[in-house]
């Protein structure tokens, strides 16, 4: 890892600036209150500053206590302890501007955050105007009515590279999303005027009112109803950004009637399975999420996929998989078990459900390629395999749901597979 120079001043007010620094990895969004400040001081007084690794490592023990912190404060680190070029990098990207051909550099992840819990509101500084020129000053116009709004790019933002204003502003938008879903045509018939098979029953039950003589046909359709959508959601470490966001979305679909779901089930797994069902019926999705998250006590933990979907399998297929439900899966693959036993679970889940849907947040990237032994394991055993990293991704889900010859990804990932 490579460390950012850290020239300090003659003589440093150490604590006023660990103080300060405190202050802005609790804007960024880590656990850091006045014990954690006292214990920083204490730990630099006692390890010193002489060398610049130590340091780091020093106050990253102190404020860093789950693996997901890691880049915020990597970021905070970097911003605050005097790097002009990369806080000169991230109040650009603060600020809006108008950017011709050049390209973008997209931020590193939390990089937002951090930018925005050391710049807290404020704007880079103008830069000087320069003296007119003797010759007829040239105006250039520019047309920005095809550009995209801020929401469309919020729609196709990754939500690992959001900051903390937009993360709030995406939440917003997932609450408005429904997933509309086609009723299930049944074996069972239900009466109908029009329909076009002749119920002989109740014509002649009202014949026997009558005296025997038949003065009307009774018909009947076959009836119809909605499936029900089951969600396992991965929340370990890798998928923290991604899993969060997913549940919003989920707590909307079950919160929003009349849109076709007969119910909606949640799971979640790490190093374990917990139903989060009931939590999520909560109208208020801060209280739902806050309630399955002490439910989950493996929130951000490692990975089980495997022996999660076992669990699964065995105490829950037959109680929610019933009669045409939807399965939606949502997972990196990253699963360190045994591939093989990954691949029974898969498939036991595959035959249980109507459809089996796999959103992969891995798949925003254009050269992702099934490496890894869990997603080799698991992706024979789907039906959709698609991108789960934006909002965008997550509205195309309806196109997977209303058309069955939509696949998404698995296609070109089998092709890679078998080569």
Same mark, same amino acid.
């Given at each position: #890892?490579?460390?950012?120079? =850290?020239?300090?001043?003659?003589?440093?007010?150490?604590?006023?600036? *660990?103080?300060?620094?405190?202050?802005?990895?609790?804007?960024?969004?880590?656990?850091?209150?006045?014990?954690?400040?006292?214990?920083?001081?204490?730990a630099v007084e006692a390890a010193g500053i002489s060398e610049r690794a130590d340091f780091y490592w020093t106050l990253h023990a102190v404020f860093v206590s789950r693996p997901e912190e890691r880049q915020v404060f990597n970021q905070v680190f970097r911003l605050f302890w005097r790097d002009p070029r990369y806080m000169e990098h991230m109040m650009s990207?603060?600020?809006?501007?108008?950017?011709?051909?050049? @390209?973008?550099?997209?931020?590193? &992840?939390?990089? +937002?955050?951090?930018?925005?819990?050391?710049?807290?509101?404020?704007?880079?500084?103008?830069?000087?105007?320069?003296?007119?020129?003797?010759?007829?000053?040239?105006?250039?116009?520019?047309?920005?009515?095809?550009?995209?709004?801020?929401? @469309?790019?919020?729609?196709?933002?990754?939500?690992?590279?959001?900051?903390?204003?937009?993360?709030?502003?995406?939440?917003?938008?997932?609450?408005?999303?429904?997933?509309?879903?086609?009723?299930?045509?049944?074996?069972?018939?239900?009466?109908?005027?029009?329909?076009?098979?002749?119920?002989?029953?109740?014509?002649?039950?009202?014949? !026997?009112?009558t005296g025997g003589e038949v003065s009307q046909l009774a018909r009947r359709k076959p009836s119809t109803r909605w499936p029900a959508l089951v969600v396992l959601c991965d929340i370990s470490g890798s998928m923290a950004s991604y899993s969060r966001m997913v549940l919003h979305f989920v707590h909307a679909v079950a919160n929003r009637q009349g849109q076709?779901?007969?119910? !909606?089930? &949640?799971?979640?797994?790490?190093?374990?399975?917990?139903?989060?069902?009931?939590?999520?019926?909560?109208?208020?999705?801060?209280?739902?999420?806050?309630?399955?998250?002490?439910?989950?006590?493996?929130?951000?933990?490692?990975?089980?996929?495997?022996?999660?979907?076992?669990?699964?399998?065995?105490?829950?297929?037959?109680?929610?998989?019933?009669?045409?439900?939807? !399965?939606?899966?949502?997972?990196?693959?990253?699963?360190?078990?045994?591939?093989?036993?990954?691949?029974? @679970? #898969?498939?036991?889940?595959?035959?249980?459900?109507?459809?089996?849907? $796999?959103?992969?947040? =891995?798949?925003? $990237?254009?050269?992702?390629?099934?490496?890894?032994?869990? !997603?080799?394991? #698991? =992706?024979?055993?789907?039906?959709?395999?698609?991108?789960?990293?934006?909002?965008?991704?997550?509205? &195309? *889900?309806?196109?997977?749901?209303?058309?069955?010859?939509?696949?998404?990804? +698995?296609?070109?990932?089998?092709?890679?597979?078998?080569?």
């Amino acid at each position: #890892m490579e460390y950012p120079d =850290l020239p300090l001043p003659e003589h440093p007010r150490l604590t006023e600036n *660990l103080t300060h620094f405190a202050r802005a990895l609790r804007k960024a969004g880590l656990p850091v209150g006045p014990g954690r400040v006292l214990t920083a001081i204490e730990a630099v007084e006692a390890a010193g500053i002489s060398e610049r690794a130590d340091f780091y490592w020093t106050l990253h023990a102190v404020f860093v206590s789950r693996p997901e912190e890691r880049q915020v404060f990597n970021q905070v680190f970097r911003l605050f302890w005097r790097d002009p070029r990369y806080m000169e990098h991230m109040m650009s990207l603060m600020l809006p501007a108008i950017r011709g051909a050049q @390209e973008e550099e997209k931020a590193a &992840a939390a990089a +937002k955050r951090a930018a925005e819990a050391l710049l807290d509101g404020a704007e880079a500084p103008l830069p000087p105007e320069r003296d007119a020129p003797d010759e007829e000053e040239t105006t250039i116009e520019i047309d920005a009515t095809q550009t995209a709004s801020g929401d @469309e790019k919020l729609r196709q933002l990754d939500f690992e590279q959001m900051s903390a204003q937009e993360l709030a502003q995406a939440r917003r938008m997932l609450a408005r999303l429904s997933l509309p879903v086609k009723p299930l045509k049944t074996r069972r018939l239900t009466p109908d005027p029009l329909g076009r098979r002749a119920d002989w029953r109740r014509t002649l039950r009202h014949a !026997v009112r009558t005296g025997g003589e038949v003065s009307q046909l009774a018909r009947r359709k076959p009836s119809t109803r909605w499936p029900a959508l089951v969600v396992l959601c991965d929340i370990s470490g890798s998928m923290a950004s991604y899993s969060r966001m997913v549940l919003h979305f989920v707590h909307a679909v079950a919160n929003r009637q009349g849109q076709g779901w007969a119910t !909606v089930h &949640a799971f979640t797994f790490g190093t374990r399975l917990t139903n989060i069902t009931r939590h999520l019926r909560t109208r208020d999705v801060d209280t739902a999420l806050n309630a399955a998250g002490r439910e989950a006590r493996d929130w951000q933990g490692g990975t089980r996929i495997g022996e999660s979907l076992h669990a699964f399998n065995r105490d829950w297929s037959r109680r929610v998989l019933g009669q045409g439900a939807v !399965v939606l899966l949502i997972t990196d693959g990253l699963d360190r078990g045994d591939p093989a036993a990954l691949g029974r @679970e #898969m498939e036991r889940l595959h035959l249980s459900a109507k459809r089996l849907i $796999w959103l992969n947040p =891995l798949l925003r $990237w254009d050269g992702f390629a099934p490496r890894a032994q869990g !997603v080799r394991a #698991m =992706l024979p055993h789907v039906d959709v395999i698609r991108a789960g990293h934006s909002i965008a991704s997550l509205e &195309a *889900l309806a196109q997977a749901l209303s058309d069955p010859r939509d696949h998404g990804e +698995k296609e070109r990932l089998a092709a890679l597979l078998s080569s």
